[in-house]
């Protein structure tokens, strides 16, 4: 149900998203609530959205029914033993095991131990994660947050009603913050309200067994008092049974299910906050994994790995609170979560601070996602979100103009960087990777494919020496890449291939981009060499080149590429010399117009070149061929993923997408896309298009339906627009700009 227009744009997004997975939706007004559920009060209500689907089931029917399907394939199910050590021997798990028995009521260790031997081990325990990861060696952020719920006596006019009519469906008032359903007559309220603590930071204590916490009513007495309001009848009910457990969170909420970060054959199911509703399609996925190395959906966003070394306990603690506080706050696709930040800031975060950057993070850095005004109070960029264009849009739409027509400064710090070098390294990155590698003093971008063939990483690969390499690839995904990279080449070098020294430097460089047609012009006035009217063009300095070069006293590895489409520089820098950079850059920038750029202009200019991005049209659920990438993977060479990309063929196409949608918002990348009655696709990726003046998207479509000129339809906040599929890279198509000599 909701509250707030706001609201209802959220679920609008929701049920695009809804459209490109096959799950069934319903809108109704609140007249249609009524009618259907009289006991619900909606005159306050703008309306719902309605899954006939969803559902509720019992967690110990659940469980029973699985363990019995379990035992009846042959699995032995074993209860009351404690796992006390797990270690490796290079081919097999030996986890030692410690019987409990009961005593006073508790379970304590016996004499009785055990050790089990398995090729591969799974780890799915709930609270006890914590003391799960410290056997392992490993960090995990999945940390219980109290959880309080409320059952109450039978209402009387729920039993009433309940005679000559079904039940009713789970009711969710989002904006008050609770889920209600029946539960024999009466009521159970599900509230999700600021300050419930963190619990079992280390390990759960040993007499905490099925335990509860002592109550805190008080916490949730608002969204008690709205219940009332919501289901008028439940005033006079008496509260029947409370409780407050633990449940298990995570920072952003979703589970972490896939390998264990630096592991061979672990696995982790861990963080469930809604528990054992999620047990079969984990055990159907992590087989996958283990039998044939990837999942056949792109599990990305459950993977264990995106969070890195950096996460502490108390991160973990302090944004388990925070996920939970906020399972029912409008979900901007521009949220950005205030909690444990600042965190990992880059030098120059404070004067991109008091020159008005407004910050997003990623993998724990703050990173400008636009510039608005200097003086802007704390909640401006709070006040600034929507579903539609929100404040920010001017600032951005700025931005990714002064690119297009003058010079920009985009900061970059958070991208993953890793140095390979050793005797090995080039035989091992030609075969880890599916382009062809760079000369010394060159570039190439490539891609890591899974064992599906799908796209596991995206690289710019810098060739420094004959064997030693700089890789850049998606800040988001720093331990992920460390551990595929690291797990890879351990096993290239034991199949008997050459060394290979593998070195996350992603801390040591800096990285400022600076893209526009005045971008060269700003780096001439500061860069020191014996003839600097030349050292930036095309002769001494190609596009898709490497050089070491100096900006007053500041070593550069400047590479001439941009991911904007325009003429430009990645400017890779000692960290320590960050502000002196900074300070140079602004100081030559200045007569030139040079404006600070964020991370959402860039986005949407990337998009009117057609450049994919890791997370959105790249991912594990896509082939570099489906991707239309196809001039980066050179399928004359031998690589990891070959022979099942090409006998996956092209299921989709990877397509641009010029729209001409509402006038007041812009799609976000998860809307469906439609020829005719039909649905063909989804967006990826989308925004505003400064060039074309118009919406813009990215996404996939089925092949028949992937041509230069295709009309298509987009759903946006209920409504079909008009979008065509364009040719690649629909600004300067012949790259012009970004090859353009001076």
């Known amino acids: 149900m909701a509250q707030t227009d706001a609201r209802m744009d959220e679920y609008m997004l929701y049920a695009s998203t809804a459209e490109t997975v096959g799950i069934p939706f319903e809108w109704m007004t609140p007249d249609q609530i009524r009618e259907r559920w009289p006991l619900v009060r909606t005159e306050d209500l703008k309306g719902a959205i309605y899954h006939p689907t969803d559902g509720y089931i019992n967690p110990a029917d659940v469980t029973m029914a699985m363990a019995k399907g379990a035992r009846q394939r042959g699995v ?87 005679k000559s009519n079904p039940e009713h469906p789970v009711l969710r008032d989002a904006d008050a913050k609770w889920y209600v359903r029946e539960e024999r007559g009466g009521w159970i309220l599900g509230p999700y309200e600021h300050g419930a603590p963190a619990r079992f930071l280390y390990e759960v204590p040993e007499t905490f067994r099925a335990d509860l916490f002592p109550l805190d009513l008080e916490r949730i007495e608002e969204e008690y008092m709205s219940m009332i309001h919501r289901i008028p009848s439940s005033e006079t009910v008496g509260l029947k049974d409370d409780y407050n457990g633990p449940i298990c969170y995570t920072p952003d909420g979703n589970p972490l299910v896939g390998p264990a970060p630096g592991l061979r054959n672990m696995w982790l199911a861990e963080g469930f906050s809604f528990g054992i509703t999620a047990a079969g399609g984990t055990g159907y996925y992590l087989a996958q994994l283990m039998v044939e190395g990837e999942a056949e959906i792109d599990m990305g966003s459950l993977d264990p790995r995106r969070y890195g070394n950096w996460m502490t306990t108390e991160y973990g603690a302090r944004k388990n609170e925070e996920a939970y506080a906020h399972v029912y706050i409008l979900h901007h696709p521009d949220e950005e979560r205030e909690a444990c930040r600042p965190l990992r800031t880059a030098p120059a975060y404070d004067r991109q601070k008091a020159a008005g950057a407004q910050f997003g993070q990623v993998n724990g850095w703050e990173r400008p996602n636009y510039y608005g005004p200097e003086d802007a109070p704390e909640s401006f960029d709070h006040d600034a979100r929507s579903f539609r264009r929100g404040g920010w849009w001017e600032y951005a739409k700025a931005e990714a103009e002064a690119i297009r027509t003058g010079v920009g400064l985009i900061d970059a710090t958070a991208f993953t960087k890793h140095l390979l070098r050793g005797p090995g390294a080039t035989a091992f990155l030609d075969h880890f990777t599916c382009n062809k590698l760079p000369k010394v003093g060159r570039i190439n971008l490539t891609y890591a494919l899974t064992s599906h063939g799908t796209t596991r990483t995206e690289y710019t690969i810098v060739r420094l020496k004959e064997n030693e390499y700089y890789l850049v690839s998606a800040g988001a995904w720093t331990a992920y890449d460390a551990d595929f990279l690291m797990k890879s080449a351990e096993d290239f070098m034991a199949a008997g291939g050459g060394h290979v020294d593998i070195h996350d430097v992603t801390t040591q460089w800096g990285v400022f981009a600076i893209a526009g047609p005045k971008s060269r012009d700003v780096l001439r006035e500061i860069v020191k060499d014996a003839d600097p009217d030349t050292a930036l063009g095309n002769k001494r300095f190609p596009w898709l080149s490497m050089r070491e070069i100096e900006l007053g006293m500041c070593p550069v590895r400047a590479i001439r590429v941009a991911y904007t489409g325009e003429l430009g520089w990645e400017l890779h820098h000692p960290i320590e010399m960050q502000n002196y950079l900074w300070d140079q850059l602004m100081a030559a920038g200045a007569p030139h117009g040079l404006k600070l750029v964020g991370a959402r202009a860039q986005n949407w200019l990337r998009q009117e070149k057609s450049y994919r991005a890791f997370g959105t049209e790249l991912g594990r659920d896509a082939t570099p061929l489906e991707a239309g990438l196809d001039r980066f993977v050179d399928l004359s060479k031998e690589f990891h993923g070959k022979e099942r990309m090409v006998a996956t063929g092209v299921r989709f196409k990877c397509v641009t997408v010029l729209i001409d949608g509402p006038n007041d918002a812009d799609p976000w990348g998860r809307e469906a896309l439609y020829a005719g009655d039909t649905k063909v696709g989804r967006l990826t990726s989308g925004g505003y298009s400064v060039h074309f003046g118009k919406q813009i998207g990215m996404g996939y479509v089925a092949p028949e339906h992937a041509g230069v000129g295709t009309k298509l339809k987009l759903r946006m906040f209920r409504g079909l627009h008009d979008a065509e599929v364009v040719e690649d890279s629909p600004y300067d198509p012949q790259n012009a700009a970004i090859r353009v000599d001076g």
């Open 76 to 162: 032995a199910i074993e209860r009351k033993w404690q796992v006390d050590g797990y270690e490796w021997t290079g081919s097999e798990w030996r986890v030692t095991c410690t019987k409990m028995v009961e005593k006073g009521g508790n379970l304590v260790a016996s004499e009785e131990q055990v050790v089990v031997t398995a090729e591969h081990v799974v780890t799915a325990t709930g609270n006890h994660a914590q003391r799960t990861a410290r056997l392992l060696g490993i960090k995990s952020p999945a940390i219980p947050v109290e959880h309080q719920f409320i059952v109450t006596e039978p209402d009387p006019a729920l039993v009433e009603w309940r």
